[in-house]
């Protein structure tokens, strides 16, 4: 959850560490730091805060050298302070960076006789192991190698030390680094989005790996130590991907890209008539032909998307389908019923209690695994026996919008393909298909209510806490508009099931609780009016999102949204638009940091 960049470059570095930070900042904002190797000297900049602040100090005190580290942190062990930010230097002329948690630090500090801690963090612990070795005459790389089996936990890390003025050291383990290949010159970070603009040429390191690099040299070694051959992979990411252009804000950005964002998560994929073949593999259509149950395991919005899937998986397939929290999943004993598929859904496909269910799901006899995720190169894509991308291209602003969106589509899709494995309706795979090729307009259309939600955005800016409503399907889209409008708002929201309101939610509906609707036209609406009537007797303040086609018989009970949503099996992705922009510009009208929420980070990397 914290971005590390690192080079080794014949030329001065400092800008693009920085530039790379800014790329990285969406993973923390807590505080940030630098350190250059300049003449055998080990030179260092931290700050509190943003990578802004960084930026200005290297402004007022400027840092120049050809080798070195950055570091931009989300807190786990210690404040967000300067003393606790990253890069951590240790006898003189050793820094570290560090992504991750390290489990038994305060096991490792007692190994650590006679050195002098300047943090409460738990990373500089390891730049002492390795600098004691390096005392012991070992060079930076085999110092780290030997250092690694005694860590625990999940840890990404870059060292540089001036003993070695031109050498950038990392490895991995349960949290993401890649090395990126230049011309006289070669990196590591956490994501390859931070290294766009020097090089499109990427190695991704596996789980255990380590990597030696210097401006004119690079490899990997595998967990034992030994070198490992790997060619290097060039991205189609672009520079623009990841800039906000004319819109205010990032997430407002990735708002408005929904309907391309869908449009290629489709693209080769659907016929006029149903799923182009090998969706999946081709292999995979008798495999899917034995499906007896599914189990689907995410975690925050992306659990939200597996919560509708599974709703739709039962009610159109006709196959029992569990949904569960990630981190819930891996620390209990889950019975794994005969032919059983596994779905893991991730964004980043890096987040830590996602990925540790998958590997605990590899063990315990499922049918196989299918990984449905935004990014080709990721861990999770890496461990299942399947995939599928959602293709939403970069995702910037932690509250996830589009990610949702293509990771619903992608289920759509799964769906589909589940359906033609069991000779499923002809009849309702070509009315589901039928729907999918329109999804993309109706998304632009549901765009278009923006001015709308504006106007009602400002009946939030002096409420503290609100209140969502759905049945069946849209619950879990309610829960979906909850946490987007706690995560960048700070106004206390939670959903809950419409028919669970006399059951205690009920208690705090008052004139100054809004309360917020889900409405599609499905075979519930009768009994959604029925909770609705009971918010207004109680004073309630209701806004309700709902199908077109029944607004007019709403209108008179709450505020009505009007959302052409194209039909049931679409409508849980198009009533969360809405949702998305009603979130977004209460934050705005509030001042609240949109893209960067206080206390929140991206990527999920450690548990």
């Not at 040429?201 to 004119?216: D, K, M, N, Q």
């Not at 890496?382 to 293509?406: N, Q, Y």
């Not at 009971?534 to 709902?546: I, P, S």
């Not at 510009?585 to 990527?603: E, F, I, W, Y």
Request: charged letters at 20%; glycine letters at 8%; aromatic letters at 6%.
């Amino acid at each position: 959850m914290c971005g590390i960049v690192a080079a080794s470059s014949r030329r001065d570095i400092s800008q693009i560490l920085l530039s790379g930070l800014q790329a990285l900042e969406y993973r923390g904002y807590d505080s940030a730091g630098l350190a250059l190797i300049n003449d055998q000297q080990l030179l260092r900049h931290r700050t509190e805060g943003k990578v802004s602040a960084l930026v200005d100090l290297c402004r007022q005190q400027p840092l120049h050298g050809g080798c070195g580290i950055a570091h931009t942190r989300w807190a786990t062990h210690g404040p967000p302070t300067t003393v606790n930010a990253h890069p951590h230097v240790v006898a003189d002329h050793l820094a570290i960076v560090h992504n991750g948690i390290i489990e038994n630090y305060a096991e490792l500090r007692e190994q650590t006789q006679g050195c002098e801690f300047a943090s409460q963090t738990d990373t500089e612990v390891v730049a002492w192991l390795i600098a004691q070795r390096m005392d012991q005459g070992m060079g930076l790389l085999e110092a780290l190698q030997q250092t690694l089996p005694e860590l625990h936990g999940a840890y990404s890390l870059a060292l540089v030390s001036s003993r070695e003025p031109d050498v950038v050291v990392g490895a991995r383990r349960g949290s993401p680094l890649v090395l990126g290949i230049g011309f006289d010159e070669n990196f590591l970070a956490s994501d390859s989005y931070a290294l766009l603009p020097v090089t499109n040429r990427f190695v991704y390191l596996e789980e255990g790996e380590s990597a030696c690099l210097t401006a004119g040299s690079w490899q990997v070694f595998d967990v034992a130590g030994q070198p490992v051959e790997r060619a290097p992979k060039t991205s189609s990411l672009s520079l623009a991907s990841t800039d906000r252009g004319k819109y205010r804000h990032f997430m407002q950005k990735e708002i408005f890209e929904q309907p391309e964002a869908v449009a290629r998560t489709l693209e080769g994929r659907l016929s006029s008539t149903g799923l182009v073949p090998g969706l999946l593999g081709l292999e995979t259509g008798e495999l899917l032909a034995k499906v007896q149950q599914v189990h689907i395991i995410a975690c925050g919005t992306s659990y939200h998307a597996g919560l509708i899937a599974r709703y739709q998986i039962e009610q159109q397939a006709g196959i029992p389908c569990a949904a569960e929290v990630a981190s819930e999943y891996r620390y209990r004993q889950p019975v794994v019923p005969p032919g059983t598929l596994f779905i893991a859904i991730s964004q980043s496909g890096e987040t830590a209690d996602t990925l540790a269910a998958l590997k605990q799901a590899q063990q315990a006899g499922y049918l196989a695994s299918i990984a449905v995720c935004n990014v080709p190169e990721s861990s999770l894509v890496r461990a299942a026996d399947f995939s599928l991308m959602t293709r939403a291209g970069p995702e910037i602003g932690v509250a996830s919008t589009k990610a949702f969106t293509t990771q619903l589509t992608g289920l759509q899709l799964i769906l589909l393909a589940l359906l033609e494995a069991r000779n499923g309706s002809t009849e309702l795979r070509t009315e589901l298909t039928r729907q999918l090729h329109e999804l993309p307009q109706l998304i632009q259309q549901a765009l278009m209510l923006d001015s709308q939600i504006t106007d009602l955005a400002e009946k939030f800016t002096e409420k503290h806490h609100a209140l969502f409503l759905g049945r069946g399907t849209h619950y879990p889209v309610a829960m979906e508009g909850a946490l987007k409008l706690k995560e960048i708002s700070y106004i206390h929201a939670e959903a809950y099931p419409a028919g669970e309101l006399k059951h205690g939610p009920l208690a705090l509906v008052d004139a100054d609780m809004p309360v917020i609707a889900v409405a599609p036209n499905d075979q519930l609406l009768g009994k959604l009016q029925s909770n609705l009537e009971e918010v207004r007797a109680r004073g309630g303040d209701l806004l309700v999102m709902a199908d077109h086609h029944i607004s007019q018989s709403l209108a008179g009970q709450a505020t009505v949204v009007e959302v052409e949503t194209g039909g049931n099996g679409l409508a849980p992705i198009v009533l969360s638009i809405p949702l998305q922009l009603l979130a977004y510009h209460v934050a705005v009208l509030k001042g609240t940091d949109v893209d960067q929420p206080r206390n929140l980070a991206k990527s999920v990397t450690v548990e």
